[in-house]
């Protein structure tokens, strides 16, 4: 094998390795929303979750191999001191191909966790000296909101603005909302997808559409707790409606409240309200075993990849060490 072949393999796995995560994600973004909306939102919000994580992880280790296959010249040319000899770039893109991915990964889990601390904080500043009753804290507050704010085990906010819009089986349906929040941690999937979208920005559309699932799983599970798909509907409605009128002005607002990602009264209504009208839908297990097939292949392919040029440069550089010191290895 020449050094033009090993050139042309290494070149092509870690290209392979480091643009497939992007083509997939450039694939996944526009087809995501539409296709995970024709199975139930539990499916569709795990699919999400695990695929971004993998495209992600794929995303990461792709770039550490790019990274390694394109600093390896550069690499092999740096004036090395006496006794480390032609194995030494060697271990400096072993090193490189493990922290680069893990580098990244950290850096991405600072900016979603800080704002993450911050809409928390924010929060919390709104409820002064009110203490909660059985995990629930009513705040009085005109604003027609509520949202659930994650931790062990966790608090439903629900604003006395909203509960004055609500007959008392709608607000079980909010409290039953909040309360599949916390249960399913939904919270964590939303900030899950978020990092992802920080190492792959082509996922950015996942972040929109895994909170539209969260809340419809939400939905659904809010409609079993009330054994009525038309009241869970109607207070979904009527709370969106509520919210709606307030933002645009028609009713008067004492102050703006913080806006956390769970709220009762997140996305689109209208088409929650419908959905909770028709039947559940199918629990689309097969789409979902697909998913788990990819999410774990493409981070496989990118490792792959990165082994693949690793084990190609190790063996050209044996033959050159080889070359350079015949009576080695006799
Ligand atoms: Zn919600």
């Known amino acids: 094998m020449t050094w033009g072949t090993l050139n042309w393999f290494g070149v092509s796995c870690w290209l392979l390795a480091a643009v497939l995560p992007w083509a997939v994600a450039g694939l996944l973004g526009p087809a995501a929303p539409g296709l995970f909306r024709r199975v139930h939102p539990a499916t569709a919000t ?12 794929a995303t990461a280790i792709g770039a550490g191999a790019a990274a390694v296959a394109l600093l390896r010249p550069l690499l092999w040319e740096a004036p090395l001191p006496d006794g480390y000899g032609l194995h030494t770039p060697g271990r400096v893109a072993v090193v490189l191909l493990v922290v680069l991915p893990l580098l990244a990964a950290a850096a991405a889990v600072v900016p979603v966790a800080w704002s993450a601390v911050r809409d928390l904080l924010a929060a919390k500043n709104t409820w002064g000296h009110t203490r909660p009753v059985d995990g629930v804290l009513i705040v009085d507050d005109p604003d027609p909101e509520a949202y659930a704010v994650p931790g062990r085990p966790g608090l439903v906010v629900m604003h006395t603005g909203l509960l004055a819009v609500l007959a008392p089986g709608e607000q079980e349906v909010v409290l039953a909302h909040e309360r599949s929040h916390l249960r399913r941690r939904h919270y964590a999937h939303v900030l899950l997808v978020r990092v992802a979208t920080w190492l792959n920005p082509l996922l950015r559309p996942l972040v929109p559409s895994v909170i539209e699932q969260v809340e419809r799983w939400a939905d659904e599970d809010a409609a079993h707790a009330v ?79 990165a082994r693949a040029v690793e084990s190609l440069y190790r ?9 350079v010191n015949p009576d080695d290895g006799r």
Do not use: F, N, Y
Request: with cysteine.
């Open 46 to 57: 795990w699919s999400l979750t695990l695929i971004a994580l993998g495209v992600a992880a």
């Open 227 to 305: 054994g009525d798909r038309t009241v869970a509907a109607r207070a979904i409605a009527k709370a969106a409606l509520a919210r709606s009128a307030v933002r645009s002005g028609r009713s008067p607002v004492v102050r703006r409240t913080p806006q956390p990602v769970l709220r009762a009264t997140t996305g689109d209504a209208t088409a929650r309200a419908t959905a909770l009208m028709a039947p559940p839908l199918p629990a689309g297990r097969p789409l979902l075993a697909l998913v788990i097939v990819l999410a774990l292949a493409l981070p496989v392919h990118s490792g792959w990849g």
């Open 315 to 323: 063996s050209a550089c044996a033959q050159l060490s080889e070359q």
